[in-house]
């Protein structure tokens, strides 16, 4: 992949993929040294004093910038490795970077994405489609039923890869023919070490995007991050059903409403969790037709057609 100097740069300042000396910039530390790109232009050549003059930092956090730069033939070789395996290195400053997500999660947004799949659907019409790992017959049908929607609508389907939920209508999205996004709570090549979700990926029919680094193992945080994606990529999140006060979904719908993330629907109905209706008060939308297709928002974008007569079974999970 041709890089340019300012994704290259990103990717140093930024990068999950290799040991360095220098502990990389979180998001929010490189919005807000970076507010403008212009500053990123020619600091890989700068040295210290010139970048504490440049940037107005102190000689410390100078030698940090410094330090992570001087990584520049490290990064290559990694993302040159990663990229003979199918994954991608994608930073804000390329093309590939879905620009919704920037503008849904301003200072939270991830600077990179490693990427395996069709990188162009993260940037297509989709719809986010989450709950709890304990759920009913009912809540597998209901969630079904939001993803064939969805790819009805002409919408992706974008979720989490956990058992549960996630895993049903990413299952259903795959076997109507749709655009299916995953977002690992792990790192990439941790993720694909599922022989199922490997043969998706390589068959063209999942797309898998990670902030993270290709090797991260789960964690809390690393989940609630995902979380964040998931509503930053997605044109509309249904929660199909959730606890209330705990848990990653009502944790992550409530982070996502008070942020602004982006719509946040959930369907009221029989056998959902009592945070559905804690959501509801709290001010997410409330979905009871899936019938209607208005609960997917403008269908300017998306024209509903039928879906696939004949349902090609895909392997996953």
Known sequence: MIRSTESLTIALLTNRLIENDAKALTAREF?????????????????????SSHLNLNDEDARRIRTLLNASRALAFESERLEESGIKLVTVADEAFPEKLRASLGEQCPTMLLVAGPSEWLSEPGVGIVGSRKITESNEEVAADVARSAVRGGFGVISGLARGIDQIAMRTGLEVGGRVCGIPTEGIRTISRNSDIRAAVHEGALTIASPYGPDAPFSVGSAMGRNKLIYGLADATVIITSDSGKGGTWEGAIE??????????????????????????????RLTDLNDSKWLGPQDTADFHSLPSEVVPQRLF
């Open 256 to 285: 996502a409403m008070k942020k602004n993330y982006g719509r946040v629907l959930v369907w009221d109905g029989p056998e959902v969790g009592a945070g559905n209706a804690a959501l509801i008060a709290k001010g997410a939308e």
């Open 31 to 51: 919005w807000n040294m970076f507010p403008d790109d212009q500053l990123l232009r020619g600091i890989v050549e700068m040295d210290v004093s010139q970048l």
